[in-house]
């Protein structure tokens, strides 16, 4: 099978139409389930001079044509915002996370960049759609702002984001922009058997009883094993102090089987100018060998990079601690060195392992 992209001709109407009518497609656009063939043939066939379309399209081995996504580029008639340009696109639920969106994006900011030189290209996207987002953002995309219930889906209000593409011109202007990162929040986030969540007081008892309190976990960490549930009372005062700010990110991690919180997990050293920070994480004995920290790191990956707009991920562990490493590589993190007594740790003073991850390689994986 071949997939190519090209403009629509007369008869993609019914394909288009079904795109849009598509569950799993409907809801991340403006579509509704009643959608007519009849009506997208027939804006097929007026030709717009400020509207420039492409179609993604999967050729079998018999020659047969099926429209497996669509994407257009509208310029506004009026002359004070020529030099913009607004996208829509969608792309088939089979063939989601397989290059077809990327492929479509880039033929119309080819005609954007180099044939009517468009200097802003604009787009909307529902705020639960990370793939899109993280796709945008990979092409230039920046998200400006947040159009909250802008519109009606599957009977609730749902919002999105403003996002654009700056191309040429005030480089200053865009380069202030692109150092800005998105931040969430400690948002609660799922990761099959776990659920990352902000702390609370009430956590006390099982942070102790479950990790804080175990010198085989705090071993190679940098803050000493507790006595007692109530030395787990001011670091958690801290936390929870500190959630009201967007860019202060410390999870929970609890199994969603008994509910109970068993480690935790967050972000240190953010560097904002460059868009990296690193990852410190550590989870109860009982735990250890099931997959469970690597479940939580990998989505914690995912989130910094596609909701939140980092360029860089870094982790680091005690030479002698090779099981975090483990967990580090299956998510992605490449080994970048080994700092000589960098560190210190209950056990004494130690080498680093360091571990790192930039958005090039995750996307990059991501495409595969």
């Given at each position: 099978m071949e997939i190519i992209i090209r403009p629509p001709k007369a008869g993609d109407g019914a394909g288009i139409a079904a795109l849009r009518r598509?569950?799993?497609?409907?809801?991340?656009?403006?579509?509704?389930?009643?959608?007519?063939?009849?009506?997208?043939?027939?804006?097929?066939?007026?030709?717009?001079?400020?509207?420039?379309?492409?179609?993604?399209?999967?050729?079998?081995?018999?020659?047969?044509?099926?429209?497996?996504?669509?994407a257009a580029l509208s310029v506004p008639?009026?002359?004070?915002?020529?030099?913009?340009?607004?996208?829509?696109?969608?792309?088939?639920?089979n063939?989601?996370?397989?290059?077809?969106?990327?492929?479509?994006?880039?033929?119309?900011?080819?005609?954007?960049?180099?044939?009517?030189?468009?200097?802003?290209?604009?787009?909307?996207?529902?705020?639960?759609?990370?793939?899109a987002i993280a796709l945008y953002k990979k092409l230039g995309f920046e998200i400006e702002g947040t159009l909250q219930d802008e519109c009606i889906r599957s009977g609730n209000y749902a919002s999105g984001y403003m996002m654009a593409r700056i191309a040429g011109g005030k480089k200053e202007e865009v380069q202030k922009n692109a150092g800005r990162l998105n931040h969430q929040g400690t948002k609660n986030l799922q990761a099959g058997r776990i659920t990352l969540r902000p702390f609370q007081l009430s956590d006390a008892h099982l942070m102790f009883a479950n990790w804080a309190g175990n010198p085989n976990v705090t071993k190679y960490l940098t803050w000493p094993c507790y006595q007692n549930e109530d030395d787990t009372l001011p670091i958690l005062h801290s936390w929870v102090g500190e959630y009201a700010k967007k860019s202060f990110y410390n999870w929970a991690i609890v199994l969603n089987e008994t509910g109970q919180p068993i480690g935790s997990i967050g972000a240190v050293n953010m560097q904002e100018d460059i868009k990296a920070l690193e990852i410190g994480y550590c989870i109860g004995e009982e735990w250890w060998n099931k997959g469970i920290a690597t479940e939580a790191l990998a989505r914690i990956v995912r989130f910094f990079f596609e909701e939140v707009g980092l360029h860089r991920i870094a982790a680091r562990h005690a030479s002698a601690n090779m099981a975090s490493g483990r967990v580090m590589q299956k998510c992605g993190l490449l080994y970048e060195g080994t700092l000589r007594c960098a560190g210190k740790t209950n056990h004494g003073i130690c080498d680093e392992v360091v571990y790192a991850i930039t958005a090039q390689d995750y996307f990059k994986a991501a495409e595969k």
């Open positions: 598509m569950p799993g497609v409907f809801e991340t656009i403006l579509g509704i389930p009643s959608e007519r063939d009849e009506r997208i043939e027939a804006g097929l066939a007026i030709i717009n001079p400020n509207s420039y379309q492409f179609v993604a399209v999967a050729i079998e081995a018999g020659g047969e044509e099926t429209v497996i996504g669509s008639e009026n002359p004070r915002r020529r030099h913009c340009g607004m996208v829509g696109i969608m792309v088939h639920k063939y989601q996370g397989k290059k077809v969106g990327r492929r479509l994006m880039e033929a119309l900011l080819d005609i954007a960049d180099n044939w009517l030189m468009l200097h802003r290209v604009e787009l909307t996207v529902f705020v639960d759609n990370a793939p």
